[in-house]
DNA sequence: AGCACGCCGACT
DNA sequence: GTCGGCGTGCTC
């Protein structure tokens, strides 16, 4: 038998499908973890199972060490899914494996040193020819007589000794020792109980009273419990582990290793179950039936915000249940959507798994766990979810599916809807896509007939929609309004805090800093590694580079022409609340942005708080725009709605609308009716009209003959490639030839492609590596496809690597 | 990446 | 002669 294996954690020139031999002896499957000599030296190394063959093209295979751990993995739909990520975005194997296992589960090999007895002899021995060698064995010594090899290597101060040690080895000085070091792996936990029978520890308990008071507390606890674990034990007792060593030693108590019990979360089981509405109703019906005879279908759900989705979710999930089957239910964040979460755990209780990114590595290794042996009902995660092991898995949703934290940015840079389309393909399962704003390229599918699409027209309350305003920023400002509210804004702010209804007050920073600037030259501080404007910050008056961290004194002097008018420009949410106190002194308000957040569960704090106390104004950015549902907010202001428009992207558009419609939608959830205020520097631009009536397909079919007429997506796809390298020539110039390469292989196979020429990307330098792109339009080609992945080998050099992104969400 | 192999100069 | 430095090329 002949195993496809990948190895763990070398190179991209090692990134390659391995055949090996599987021993007679050994019971090798599909996602199990090896042990396998790798390379002419023959170092064993770890790596994965990812298919069993009968062939090989190969001469001289070698042979499978040994099982790292009886334990499978994966399953081969898992394998056949790495595969097809490793295909389809240009990711390493171990990358891909690393997302879809959990943290934590990788091993090292790892070689220990050990003197010999004729070691002994050697250091009493005068013929000492080599000063390493005395070095490596006086190390030995020093060390007990064995010593891990990387360890070894730094005491002796040299990165290279093997040489040496084959030499060692050879004369019987020291010989090698190979270990598995485990990563996070079943921790255990120590339990004690009687060794003797109950009625003689009893006995023995008066005994021990006289003398040993402590060992008799601990009899006596041991004879009113089964077993008790040994830190309850030592607790109850208040005594020391050595009373329990001397009663094992004695032969009275046994102490054994189980595994530890999951710390279960208890939550209250939520069976109210609401009144659908009609058209939740037939939604539910419509999906449910294609769950029912287990039909690979997708369904596009467009509902207005507060249409009731989530019910309709957790209907579907149900219905799953009892057909035995499994749910997984992505959101874009599980901390911006807390609400939702609780709404899952509350009906499905001890069912739910949440994989959530705060989660400590253990417990995170603890729920796949639990989801990899099939405990588990219901996965609700963020991207990476999207890889839990679910067997049996019937429904996939995709909550707020537009939203761009779905496309991984960093390697593997998988879209998530992609990989769930493949996963409801190969398992048999229905894919919910579902949003208010659905992204071009999934209500394209719908329009084309790829996707089922349900839309859902109305909020659950039968409320209108919030009545939106569009304010021209312009115009204020001819009138003498140098604030950042527009009087209309600051009306109904006032409005707001008389009648004690709460207010989210919006900032669309993305792509837009507080940057720094000389008003007399224009001087503009940069990051010296990224050459990125420095973001001012208020708190402790420093500048820092959004993308490195690199921080920096602030400026009172501009650097270039001395003059002292060097100020701060553009608009952080601290900027807004100032505004706010200066203008409503009486009113309370909270900040929630990426600097009041950092903290672990900050994020649900400040919703908490701004619920429970009825705080009057919440400023935030793109975070507040989602799952946010307080009866009690009427007013939604959007400081600059146009900011996002000015990116050099194709989606700004669709982006800046999503954007709107989500922050609009957060008015008016209650019985009170919603209102919201945008305010622009351009309202002539369409996209505002159509925002305002929330017009999502009229905007849809605006823009998107733009995109047929330009050839953006979903009309093709896009490549984006990227050198990176110290030296800007060295870049640009691996990429160039790439680029011919690729293009030869175009012309030669006669297919469609539009190949761009080479440029400085536009985040030119990152970290103090200079970047240049590329960027291919082509659908999608096996041939075309191989050929990159063969070409990415042939360029992997020490000095330059080259990125491939596809179908990039953001291209920088 | 890591490691072996091979070629070359320095030193017992 | 041999040790060790560095360049090159392969890994089922």
């Known amino acids: 038998m002949i195993c496809e294996v990948v190895i763990n954690n070398i190179s991209r020139h090692t990134d390659n499908i391995y055949h090996y031999l599987a021993p007679e002896n050994l019971n090798v499957s599909v996602g199990q973890r090896v042990v396998v000599p790798f390379g002419r030296g023959n170092k064993p190394l770890e790596g994965y199972v990812l298919g069993i063959c009968e062939e090989s093209e190969y001469k001289n295979l070698k042979e499978i060490l040994s099982l790292a751990d009886g334990y499978v993995y994966f399953n081969e739909k898992t394998a056949s899914l790495i595969k097809f990520l490793h295909h389809r975005f240009f990711s390493p194997y171990c990358d891909i494996i690393k997302a879809v296992l959990p943290r934590g589960v990788s091993l090292k090999m790892v070689t220990v040193v050990h003197l010999s007895d004729n070691g002994e002899d050697y250091i009493k021995s005068k013929i000492k020819n080599s000063l390493i060698k005395e070095r490596i064995v006086e190390t030995l010594k020093e060390n007990g007589g064995f010593c891990e090899l990387d360890e070894l290597c730094k005491n002796v101060g040299r990165k290279n000794i093997t040489q040496t040690l084959k030499s060692l080895v050879c004369d019987n000085i020291v010989y090698t020792e190979l270990k598995k070091e485990e990563g996070q792996k079943d921790k255990y936990i120590k339990v004690a109980s009687l060794a003797i029978e109950r009625e003689e520890a009893y006995r023995m308990c008066e005994i021990l009273e006289k003398r040993a008071k402590a060992q008799a507390r601990v009899v006596e606890v041991l004879c009113e419990n089964e077993s008790v674990s040994l830190s309850e034990l030592l607790d109850i007792c208040e005594t020391s582990k050595s009373v329990v ?287 990125i404007s420095l973001t001012y910050h208020k708190n402790g008056g420093f500048m820092v580079c959004h993308y490195c961290d690199y921080k920096t004194e602030k400026l009172d002097v501009c650097p270039n022409c001395q003059s002292e008018q060097i100020r701060f420009f553009g608009l952080g949410t601290q900027k807004v609340t100032d505004e706010i106190a200066k203008l409503f002194p009486s009113a309370t308000y909270l900040r929630m942005d990426a600097d009041t957040t950092s903290k672990r569960f900050s994020h649900e704090e400040i919703l908490n708080k701004f619920r429970d106390e009825k705080t009057d104004i919440l400023v935030g950015t793109q975070m507040i725009t989602k799952g946010l549902d307080f009866e009690n907010v009427t007013l939604v202001g959007v400081i600059a709605a146009d900011l996002s428009l000015y990116q050099d992207d194709f989606r700004a558009g669709e982006k800046t609308f999503s954007l709107l419609t989500q922050v609009v939608g957060r008015a008016g959830r209650g019985e009170k009716e919603g209102r919201a205020v945008v305010q622009t520097y351009y309202p002539e631009n369409e996209i505002f009209s159509y925002a305002s009536n929330q017009d999502y397909v009229s905007f849809y079919k605006n823009e998107i003959a733009l995109r047929r007429q330009m050839l953006y997506p979903p009309f093709c796809e896009m490549i984006n490639f990227t050198a990176s390298s110290d030296s800007e020539k060295t870049a640009f110039d691996a990429l160039l030839n790439f680029r011919n390469a690729l293009l030869d292989e175009i012309k030669e196979k006669n297919i469609k492609a539009d190949v761009f020429g080479v440029q400085s990307a536009p985040m030119h330098r990152i970290n103090n590596k200079f970047r240049s792109r590329f960027i291919m339009k082509m659908n999608y080609n096996r041939e075309i496809y191989e050929r990159i992945h063969t070409l990415l080998k042939n360029f992997y050099k020490d000095n330059v690597s080259i990125i491939v992104d596809v179908n990039p969400v953001n291209m920088y």
């Open 245 to 531: 060593d001397v009663l094992e030693q004695k032969g009275i108590v046994t102490v054994f290793e189980i595994p530890r019990p999951f710390d279960e979360e208890i939550s209250e089981i939520d069976d109210k179950k609401v009144e659908l509405t009609d058209e939740q109703k037939s939604a539910v019906e419509t999906v449910g039936k294609s769950i029912d005879n287990g039909e690979n279908k997708t369904f596009l759900i467009h509902g207005v915000t507060g249409s009731g989705k989530t019910e309709i979710y957790l209907n579907l999930i149900e219905r799953c249940m009892n057909l035995g089957k499994q749910s997984l239910f992505l959101v874009p964040e599980i901390s911006l959507t807390p609400q939702m979460v609780a709404q899952v755990k509350g009906r499905f209780g001890s069912r739910v798994a949440v994989i959530h990114s705060m989660l400590t590595v253990r417990k995170r290794y603890e729920e796949w766990k639990r989801i990899n042996e099939g405990e588990v009902s219901v996965v609700v995660g963020a991207r990476s979810a999207v890889f839990s092991p679910l067997a049996k898995l019937g429904l996939i949703i995709i909550d707020e599916e537009h939203e761009g934290t779905y496309k991984s940015e960093s390697s593997p840079r998988y879209h998530t809807t992609e990989v769930a389309r493949f996963r409801a393909k190969s398992e048999g399962a229905v894919l919910i896509l579902a949003s208010a704003t659905p992204s071009f390229e999934s209500y394209w599918r719908a329009e084309n007939g790829k996707y089922t699409l349900i839309e859902l027209k109305n909020r659950v309350n039968n409320r209108d929609l919030p009545k939106v305003t569009t304010i021209d920023m312009r115009k204020e400002l001819e009138n003498g309004n140098f604030s950042i509210f527009s009087e209309r804004l600051k009306t109904e702010i006032a409005n707001n805090l008389k009648s004690k209804q709460q207010t989210i007050l919006f900032l669309n920073k993305r792509g837009y800093s507080s940057f720094v600037s000389c008003r007399k030259c224009g001087y503009v501080p940069k990051c010296p590694n990224c050459d």
